[in-house]
């Protein structure tokens, strides 16, 4: 028996969440459409369905709109059916219901991630902890500790102990081999580099080596030190290193294949910080192709590193990424279309709406609150009164007679600034929204509203048409009183 569904939405999506759905058939499951009195479904709040929906109507599933906010889980728990929120904007259903009938699951991946706290040695212990819960939230496997050159660190060791008590698991990263020893013996669960001519170090402490060539390039030396760990039967990784761009990088990429190519089951490290810190672009799309080459050669070890400040988000980058690919290769699939994460400045789909439809939505607005929106043609602006259109907010301002309204003025201000901007970029826009910088830049969290009318605009303008009405009524009575 096919899945039945109820779509709740507002008045004025109704009909093209018909025409959407109707042009998805046929589908593999049934549906039903509830308009549950609001005018616009982005504002439905979880408090709002559970006061207008007393029944589900004998649906097996209830969707909201993406942008739906409150606690989902209160309203399956009474309705006895999954609420789940659909995509933010209602032309993606067919997307959305291409893979089956819910999002594509980005929980798995198989790439364990390494971030270096690069300065450990002048960090005291709370300040290298704090960097490594940090790094952990950010989605980090293993902490490895960055020794600098001529430069003591004689809290090792305690600097492991403080990190192992807090069940993180730790890699020490130094060319001196007595760092390498001590880190080792105080209980660091992975030791990089050795090369051929330390790798005996590996026989003194438990920790996993990670092998890298003598010389730089020299993959015949890495392959003789493999051979070292292969006889012992001890475990290891192998990393041939990424060079930066000009000065050997292409060279490095086909070691990488050629490690993989002399060693079909050995376990590999790429470090990324020679391309996401020496390279003058944003780090999220190099992140994405290395992951990508990671991927598709079976690496499942990488190293990442946040010290200039455009590769901040190094490590958060990386779980996206690699949970991303992850998903693409297990679907046989390219990896477009199963996360908007990794499209930060640019998204697939910017403008929703063709000009000719939002005139056509602009006309169905019979109160005084804004909408804005934007098409390919520039920022829309409208409401009962009368529609605009431009590119510059400066120009757009003076036409919406708000110089006396000031907390009014300000929203407006903010969100022409926002539309100006995604327009600009060619970002998807939504009224009261922050543009979403995918992983970029942490979401700004909203108070939840209690009235229907949650969005900061749609509230203004409501308490200044009650103030109005107020003084309008108010006028009245004194004329009648004046009368009598």
């Known amino acids: 028996m096919a899945e ?28 039903k459409v509830q308009q549950i009195g609001i005018s616009v479904a982005a504002l439905m709040t979880a408090q709002l369905i559970e006061r207008r929906v007393p029944d589900p109507m004998g649906a097996d599933r209830i969707m909201v709109p993406g942008r739906c906010r409150g606690d989902l889980e209160k309203l399956a728990a009474r309705y006895r059916v999954p609420v789940v929120r659909g995509p933010d904007d209602l032309k993606d259903l067919p997307e959305y219901f291409g893979r089956g009938g819910k999002p594509p699951d980005l929980g798995k991946y198989d790439v364990r991630i390494f971030a270096e706290i690069v300065d450990a040695p002048t960090l005291d212990i709370p300040g290298i902890l704090e960097r490594a819960r940090a790094y952990r939230g950010d989605g980090a496997d293993v902490i490895d500790l960055g020794c600098l050159p ?18 993180f698991s730790v890699s020490v990263d130094s060319a001196d081999a007595d760092e390498l020893r001590r880190g080792g013996k105080a209980g660091a669960d992975f030791l990089l580099s050795l090369d051929e001519k330390t790798v005996a170090l590996a026989d003194e402490v438990p920790a996993v080596p990670v092998l890298i060539p003598s010389t730089p390039g020299d993959l015949d030396s890495l392959d003789r030190a493999i051979k070292v760990m292969r006889a012992k039967k001890k475990p290891f990784l192998a990393d041939p290193i990424l060079d930066p761009i000009h000065f050997g990088f292409t060279d490095s990429l086909v070691r990488y294949h050629e490690l993989r190519r002399r060693h079909p089951d050995a376990g590999i490290l790429m470090g990324l910080g020679n391309l996401t810190e020496l390279t003058g672009a944003d780090t999220v799309g190099i992140t994405a192709t290395l992951m990508g080459v990671a991927s598709e050669l079976a690496i499942r070890n990488m190293l ?14 990386l779980d996206v990424a690699r949970r991303i690919m992850y998903r693409a290769r297990e679907d046989d699939a390219l990896p477009i ?14 403008f929703s709406y063709s ?11 019979r109160d005084p609150s804004f ?6 043609d520039g920022i829309h602006i409208f409401n009962r009164d009368g529609s605009h259109k431009g590119v510059d907010p400066f120009a757009l301002f003076p036409l919406l007679g708000l110089e006396d309204d000031g907390a009014h003025a300000f929203y407006i201000g903010v969100e022409l600034a926002r539309a100006q901007t995604a327009w600009q970029l ?14 970029a830049a942490d979401k700004v969290r909203k108070e939840e509203s209690k009235d229907d009318y949650q969005a900061a605009g749609h509230t203004l303008a409501v308490k200044k048409n009650k103030a109005a009405a107020k003084r309008e009524k108010k006028s009245r009575a004194g004329k009648r009183k004046a009368k009598r």
């Open 150 to 167: 001529d430069t003591p660190f004689p809290k090792l060791e305690k600097a492991v102990a403080a990190l192992k008590a807090e069940g």
């Open 371 to 376: 909408r804005i929106q934007i098409s390919t």
């Open 304 to 317: 990442v590193v946040q010290v200039s400040p455009h590769a901040r988000r190094a490590v958060k980058e």
């Open 426 to 439: 060619g970002k998807a826009y939504s009224q009261d929204e922050e543009l979403d910088w995918g992983v």
């Open 355 to 365: 000009p000719a439809e939002v005139a056509e939505l602009a006309a169905q607005i």
């Open 4 to 31: 039945r569904i109820l779509f709740l939405t507002g008045r004025l999506a109704e009909k093209q969440l018909h025409r959407v759905l109707d042009s998805m058939q046929p589908t593999e499951f049934g549906y």
């Open 337 to 350: 279309g199963h996360s908007e994460a990794l499209l930060c400045l640019h998204d697939r789909k910017p």
